[in-house]
């Protein structure tokens, strides 16, 4: 592809490709970028290979599936060529991630086509259809959840605003469960049954119940669009576009009651329905009825757009250097902004930062722990309580799931991932082995997380009255006790019995007594 634009004017409109290589289908849209961060569609094309139809009882892709996507993907590229795309992308979805011959079709596409594919994780699939969601929906105020239906798997997002709480990758893919339990009458009688108890148990495996109750869930992938159109269908309103159609739970399941008791052929006659998607409709709706129900959730609403859109966006934003005026200049802008959307009292957050900086580099004068992890703990003092966002109860444990999705900018996967655990433990019980998220840790960033989750509850302890009181802090070591003195125009009573309160774990992780002692105490004594 020739070299991409990194600026956009009005007369340099770079076009642009998005190909997504699915379990069920394989789509493309070609895009023309626009200056403000959107784009115009110029074409798309879809074609279903079904390439995950033999994933489950084989765990390979099969032959005939290969062909027909290998087939697909090359008159797709004909079609880019031809509208003279600057910058192509391709991805693969659970398809390709989990099959064993995933990266030998890789390697079939490269040699055949001189296409890469890029196979993407859960995750970034989750990240890629959210960003897709907040930039089309206003999420404020708003606990919503995504649904990202595909063929393979569903990915699921919990989000607070347009802030990403967690993400749940799934093995409910509507192409997936009609393999294992069919698609056709079968559904009307026991093979259903044992698909909505399989279904709820792969939920309950993977997911967790939300703390806040959750006001919506947005739904995207074929299933919902599919949903949507024979649901407006039934309304008289075909002529309309199915995005932003609205669902009640209990009219979607009466859909599913009526369409699992009709063969295919009845199927691929239903107004709304595509034909193609006949022997997988009532499985994908199934996952749709079940995570509604797991999640309490009695509304629907329909994305039409998806993890393409949200490549194409990305593509755009990197087309555009990333030079918009609402990406922060610095890290601790960076910081701030995120804490600030979250609700976190700013003048408190910079306080405790500062101290716990202060702290940490005086003890790199008398332990040998590395000083370049004070960025890592001043970056996390910001951020501790973002998880207000959520609520109160358990806040700590709310502030690591929306760092750990963050997208942090300057940081590195693995800081984020640190940064995260050192707010997660600001407060609480103190960091154990069997907490998931400090177990996935190695060794040795276990003890970075432990040395800095204890510094900041000495920080959070000395900013207790949030008066921002504490001017200063300095470490000293007398006669093998280890001294924190703190400078204040007047005697901070309720900081230093909270700093106090907080000693435990700063004592075990250092092996050290730590005495705190007002600077106008130690004068007075001398």
């Known amino acids: 592809m020739p070299e991409q634009q990194t600026y956009l004017t009005s007369d340099i409109i770079p076009r642009l490709a998005a190909i997504d290589v699915g379990s069920n289908s394989i789509r493309l849209v070609v895009a023309e970028a626009l200056a403000d961060g959107r784009y115009r569609v110029l074409d798309e094309e879809r074609e279903t ?41 391709a991805i693969a979805t659970c398809a390709v991630r989990e ?46 959840l995504l649904a990202d239906i595909g063929g393979g798997s569903t990915e699921l997002v919990l989000a607070s605003g347009e802030l990403i709480e967690a993400i749940y990758g799934t093995k409910l893919g509507a192409v997936r469960l009609n393999e294992k339990f069919g698609g056709g009458q079968a559904l009307a009688g026991d093979d259903f049954k044992r698909m909505v108890r399989w279904v709820n148990r792969e939920l309950r495996r993977t997911t967790e119940k939300p703390s806040a109750p959750l006001h919506l869930l947005i739904g995207s992938g074929g299933t919902f669009t ?4 024979m649901v407006m269908a039934a309304r008289g309103q075909s002529r309309l576009p199915v995005g932003g159609c609205q669902i009640p739970r209990a009219e979607l399941r009466h859909l599913i009651d009526r369409l699992r008791k009709m063969s295919l052929k009845q199927r691929r006659e239903v107004p709304g329905l595509n034909p193609d998607r006949a022997d997988i409709i009532v499985p994908g709706m199934t996952v749709v009825d079940c995570v509604m129900r797991r999640f309490k959730l009695n509304l629907l609403q329909v994305h039409s757009f998806g993890v393409r859109d949200g490549l194409l966006l990305s593509m755009i934003e990197e087309m555009q250097g990333r030079t918009r005026q609402d990406i922060p200049a610095n890290d601790n802008a960076q910081l701030e902004r995120f804490a600030s959307a979250c609700g976190v009292e700013l003048a408190h957050a910079q306080q405790v930062a500062r101290l716990a900086g202060e702290i940490y580099a005086g003890l790199c004068e008398h332990f040998e722990i ?23 109860d358990g806040h700590h444990k709310h502030s690591y799931h929306l760092i750990l999705h963050s997208h942090l900018e300057g940081f590195r996967p693995e800081e984020i991932e640190i940064i995260a655990n050192v707010a997660r433990y600001h407060r609480g019980a103190l960091p154990k082995r069997k907490h998931e998220n400090f177990r996935r840790l190695c060794d040795e960033d276990q003890q970075r997380v432990l040395r ?23 470490v000293r070591m007398a006669d093998d006790l280890l001294e924190l003195i703190v400078e204040a125009k007047e005697y901070p009573e309720t900081d230093l019995w909270a700093a106090r309160r907080r000693l435990g774990m700063f004592e075990k992780v250092y092996d050290s007594e730590l005495a705190i002692e007002w600077a106008g105490q130690v004068t007075a004594k001398v």
């Open 49 to 89: 290979p079904r390439l995950g139809r033999s994933l489950a009882s084989t765990g390979k892709l099969d032959d005939a599936s290969i062909a027909d996507s290998l087939a697909a993907l090359r008159r797709f590229l004909s079609i880019v060529q031809g509208l003279s795309v600057e910058n192509l992308r």
């Open 99 to 144: 099959a064993t011959n995933g990266a030998e079709f890789c390697k079939l596409v490269k040699e055949q086509l001189n296409l890469t594919l890029e196979v993407i994780s859960s995750q970034k699939e989750a990240h890629l259809a959210f960003h897709s969601v907040r930039r089309r929906f206003d999420l404020t105020g708003k606990n919503t």
């Open 226 to 229: 599919s949903l949507a159109g």
């Open 370 to 392: 590395d000083s370049e992890d004070r960025r890592l703990l001043e970056s996390a003092a910001r951020l501790q309580d973002v998880g207000y966002l959520i609520n109160y």
């Open 452 to 474: 800095m989750a204890a510094v900041l509850r000495l920080a959070g302890g000395l900013d207790r009255s949030h008066n921002q009181t504490v001017e200063k802090v300095e």
